[in-house]
């Protein structure tokens, strides 16, 4: 089966969502996606979303973001996304969400490596609630379509030139879609890793078939593993303790009760500093105490973690909880431009699926949804700066058989990428 599009957008997270709600409504649009729409990492995020708080804060808010990613970071992207910051957030109020207000004022609240409070958030499901919002505006948009259980297998190429993506439902229906501009924005790679907060179903089929073409890619093996997930022996994605608990003033503790880092040092430096305690110890986790946060602030900022850890069977108001470091989110991936174009004609990337190099080694925490969006609408005002129509002169047919088995193929080449690119670094 063939489809036609003006531009063809995988993945339905913020990055997908905001780069169509960017689009000109005489722009037809699809959107795919691997999953029911609801279940992308974007509805996980806890903590909240950085803003630039006023002028005076720019300094400290790009140091911040440049000295948690080990000065590796792109100044220039770093510059683009916190002078956008305000913009976004405008965008964001303007199709209903709603962030923690005190009276008029907006609340900030504060997470590790970050200097001063600059993150706004809506309790502890901020992600749920930006991602909801843009899912119900896309939905009411007469030019945007939304294929949910979608499956991206494929790009199509033409020296160079992306014309769409070959695909399947989920019951192995395969279809080509042509499109003018295609966005790549299908997420992370947590579901190549045994522990990860991430949904399973992401698995980095983005830069598989980025390998299987030759589009390049950066960073590939700086990956961040979260310091505080819950520890719990049951499988699936592992469940998030968001560092704003710790920015609140929750300690970590040893088997012996006794603190051993400041909780506060960017994510790399506390994962490992746990795994070090780990060693030593030679336990599987180490333990979490919020007592210095006020009941009544875990139950209003925190409802999301602390009925999750009731339902595992811990009252986080009344003891520690056990927390081991996941894998958590990639910082590097298909290489982009500060307009989210590839090396490859006619598509771009935007998301965590993406790189264009503002997290450098290590990202600053609640970076990563500004990140997205900054990035998606760059994407969007770019394709349409640019825009001109693709001429198709033939339409290749689907052969199914060549795609048999191809999940396990593309898991092998990303994971010996990674590999490759970390040993490089040695
Ligand atoms: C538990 C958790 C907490 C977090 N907390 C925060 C936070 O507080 N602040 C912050 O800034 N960031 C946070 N993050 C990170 C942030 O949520 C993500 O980086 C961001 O949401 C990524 O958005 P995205 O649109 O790029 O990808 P996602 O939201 O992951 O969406 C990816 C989409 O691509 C689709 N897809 C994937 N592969 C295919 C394919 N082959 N074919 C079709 N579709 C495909 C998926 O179905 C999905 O719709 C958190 C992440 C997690 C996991």
């Known amino acids: 089966?063939?489809?036609?599009?003006?531009?063809?957008?995988?993945?339905?997270?913020?990055?997908?969502?905001?780069?169509?709600?960017?689009?000109?409504?005489?722009?037809?649009?699809?959107?795919?996606?691997?999953?029911?729409?609801?279940?992308?990492?974007?509805?996980?995020?806890?903590?909240?979303?950085?803003?630039?708080?006023?002028?005076?804060?720019?300094?400290?808010?790009?140091?911040?973001?440049?000295?948690?990613?080990?000065?590796?970071?792109?100044?220039?992207?770093?510059?683009?996304?916190?002078?956008?910051?305000?913009?976004?957030?405008?965008?964001?109020?303007s199709y209903g969400v709603r962030f923690e207000k005190n009276g008029n004022e907006f609340t900030y609240?504060?997470?590790?490596?970050?200097?001063?409070?600059?993150?706004?958030f809506h309790e502890d499901e901020t992600g749920k609630e930006i991602t909801s919002h843009l899912l119900s505006v896309a939905k009411e948009r007469r030019n945007i379509q939304l294929i949910e259980n979608f499956t991206m297998v494929d790009l199509i190429c033409h020296e160079n030139r992306c014309e769409g993506i070959v695909g399947h439902d989920k019951d192995g229906n395969y279809k080509s879609i042509y499109a003018d501009y295609t966005v790549l924005a299908t997420g992370g790679i947590g579901g190549l890793f045994e522990h990860s907060t991430n949904y399973r179903h992401l698995t980095g089929d983005a830069l598989a078939l980025a390998l299987k073409y030759g589009i390049e890619l950066r960073h590939i093996d700086y990956i961040q593993i979260h310091p505080t997930t819950l520890y719990t022996k049951k499988n699936g994605r592992e469940f998030l303790i968001s560092e704003s608990v710790r920015g609140e003033g929750a300690v970590l503790l040893n088997a012996k009760g006794e603190r051993f880092v400041n909780e506060l040092m960017p994510r790399d430096v506390v994962a490992n500093a746990i795994f070090e305690e780990m060693k030593k110890e030679g336990s599987e986790c180490v333990w979490l105490s919020m007592a210095s946060i006020p009941e009544k602030e875990i139950r209003t900022h925190f409802p999301n973690i602390y009925n999750h850890c009731l339902e595992e069977g811990y009252d986080v108001t009344k003891e520690p909880i056990p927390v081991v470091p996941s894998q958590h989110y990639f910082m590097?991936?298909?290489?982009?431009?500060?307009?989210?174009?590839?090396?490859?004609?006619?598509?771009?990337?935007?998301?965590?699926?993406?790189?264009?190099?503002?997290?450098?080694r290590n990202r600053l925490a609640s970076n990563s949804l500004l990140e997205s969006l900054v990035f998606a609408k760059r994407a969007a005002e770019n394709i349409i700066e640019i825009y001109d129509k693709s001429e198709r002169k033939s339409y290749v047919e689907i052969d199914a058989e060549d795609y048999n088995g191809y999940q396990e193929k593309y898991r092998q080449w990303v994971l010996e990428a990674i590999e490759k690119e970390k040993r490089s670094h040695e």
């Open 1 to 93: 089966m063939i489809m036609n599009t003006d531009i063809l957008i995988v993945g339905s997270g913020v990055a997908g969502l905001y780069c169509a709600l960017n689009l000109p409504e005489n722009k037809n649009v699809v959107i795919v996606t691997k999953s029911e729409a609801s279940k992308s990492d974007s509805f996980l995020a806890q903590g909240g979303i950085c803003v630039l708080r006023d002028e005076n804060d720019y300094e400290s808010f790009y140091d911040d973001t440049m000295k948690a990613g080990h000065y590796e970071n792109n100044p220039h992207s770093v510059d683009i996304m916190i002078r956008m910051s305000q913009e976004i957030i405008g965008d964001l109020v």
């Open 109 to 120: 609240t504060r997470e590790g490596a970050h200097s001063r409070p600059r993150i706004l």
């Open 332 to 360: 590097g991936g298909i290489d982009v431009d500060h307009s989210s174009k590839t090396s490859m004609d006619r598509l771009y990337a935007v998301g965590e699926t993406a790189c264009n190099g503002v997290h450098g």
